[in-house]
């Protein structure tokens, strides 16, 4: 059974850097064959895709992350991380990594919850203005 542990989280002023990782074991196939990602889930808010890496490094960015947020993979595929840049209070929230055991996805689908069947526990990130 896949397992997913993130951490990373923390607290930090407006305009900080954090960088999340989020490590995966027990997999059945090859980590290269995962696609992975990070979600978010703020109070009172659904859990919305923030980042996705799939095969050959492909990317797909939510709008909120996009030119602050890079995901990106050790060169082993286990690690997945997701640097955060430039951090907004709007940012704080639960930071949960997930995987799903495929190759590709579509944009939509690198970002929408219900693709995925993995993930972690979440890992918190607190931005104060």
């Not at 951490?7 to 989020?22: F, Q, Y």
């Not at 050790?74 to 640097?83: E, I, R």
Request: some cysteine.
């Amino acid at each position: 059974q896949e397992q997913l542990v993130e951490s990373g989280g923390g607290s930090v002023e407006s305009g900080g850097s954090l960088t999340l990782s989020c490590v995966i074991s027990g997999y059945y196939y090859s980590p290269s064959n995962y696609c992975r990602a990070w979600f978010r889930q703020a109070p009172g808010k659904e859990r919305e895709g923030v980042a996705a890496i799939c095969s050959a490094e492909s990317t797909n960015y939510a709008d909120s992350a996009r030119g602050r947020f890079t995901i990106s993979r050790s060169k082993a595929k286990h690690t997945v991380y997701l640097q955060m840049n430039s951090l907004k209070p709007e940012d704080t929230a639960v930071y949960y990594c997930a995987a799903e055991a495929r190759w590709t996805m579509t944009t939509v689908e690198a970002l929408d919850v219900t693709t995925y069947s993995y993930w972690g526990q979440g890992t918190q990130v607190t931005v104060s203005s």
